[in-house]
Nanobody
Framework: QVQLVESGGGLVQTGGSLRLSCAAS????????MGWFRQASGKEREFVSTITWSTTRRYYVDSVKGRFIISRDNAKNTVYLQMNSLKPEDTAVYYCAASTVGYSDSYYKLEWPYDYWGQGIQVTVSS
């Protein structure tokens, strides 16, 4: 079994920064992509960003482009999400996800390609 553990969330003021980490542990696995999704209270879970493991392509939802940066550390099986210039609308529970199956990159903006999910971590941006 594979476990994904998020860390780095918390409370920050508008304009501040946070860095989320997601560490994969458990049996050795090869992930094709690792991504971040978020769910605000009363809303559907939405795609935030993903990075493909072999090609290091990065994708972002339009609302975070220019503010968030996704990166990875292969040796640590860890993916990071650097969140800058945070806004109150970024407030949500953030989920890390890993896909162990190869698909066309465009599919990684959807939830179904991901077969492992973290428990979620709260990010709150105060105004």
């Amino acid at each position: 079994q594979v476990q994904l553990v998020e860390s780095g969330g918390g409370l920050v003021q508008t304009g501040g920064s946070l860095r989320l980490s997601c560490a994969a542990s458990g049996r050795t696995f090869s992930s094709y992509a690792m991504g971040w999704f978020r769910q605000a209270s009363g809303k559907e879970r939405e795609f935030v960003s993903t990075i493909t493991w072999s090609t290091t392509r990065r994708y972002y939802v339009d609302s975070v482009k220019g503010r968030f940066i996704i990166s990875r550390d292969n040796a640590k099986n860890t993916v990071y999400l650097q969140m800058n210039s945070l806004k109150p609308e970024d407030t949500a529970v953030y989920y890390c996800a890993a896909s162990t199956v190869g698909y066309s990159d465009s599919y990684y903006k959807l939830e179904w390609p991901y077969d492992y999910w973290g428990q979620g971590i709260q990010v709150t941006v105060s105004s």
